[in-house]
């Protein structure tokens, strides 16, 4: 069984390589060196989650997954580059906002994080922007053992006058 974490964000994955311009450079794995022929690259990770109980009884969580979205672009000069990571970062933001499948996955995105930088350590200038998106769900652990199927019991005591009770004996 795949954990739910792992399924949205192959999910997001495999939309972002159809909807943004890095197509075929989505990785889900960590994020590595690449050279600026390379970019755009995207890559998607769930680097934490948090789960709080809904109470006692049944095993019952609601998750909050950090789905990491790391996007690198290079260009010839800092405007360039800029307008890169505006567009790809729009790309990111409206393919997993506005995806049936992905909000069909969760109760909410509680949050949105943006993060950008920039630098020239060579000819080109490298971008890179971080999209963490908060995606919450729900998650049940179903308990082992046999399911209870009946309650049976003796019931003793008095009964205040005039009170009437038609109970079923089986």
Not at 45 to 72: C, F
Not at 74 to 89: F, H, K, M, T, Y
């Amino acid at each position: 069984m795949t954990l739910y974490r792992a399924q949205l964000r192959d999910k997001v994955a495999g939309l972002l390589r159809l909807t943004t311009e890095a197509q075929d450079n989505v990785f889900t794995c960590a994020d590595y060196p690449l050279t600026p022929d390379k970019l755009p690259a995207i890559f998607v990770t769930v680097p934490s989650e948090q789960a709080q109980s809904n109470g006692r009884g049944t095993p019952d969580y609601t998750r909050t997954v950090d789905l990491e979205v790391t996007a690198k672009v290079s260009g010839g000069n800092p405007e360039v580059v800029q307008g890169q990571l505006d567009r790809i970062a729009e790309q990111i933001e409206m393919s997993v906002m506005c995806s049936a499948d992905i909000m069909s996955m969760v109760q909410q995105v509680s949050r949105i994080d943006t993060e950008q930088q920039m630098k020239a350590d060579s000819a080109d200038y490298l971008g890179a922007l971080r999209l963490t998106f908060g995606m919450e769900y729900t998650q049940e652990y179903p308990i082992s053992g046999v399911p209870l199927t009946q309650i049976s019991g003796d019931l003793t005591g008095t009964i205040a006058a005039g009170f009437v009770a038609n109970l079923s004996q089986e």
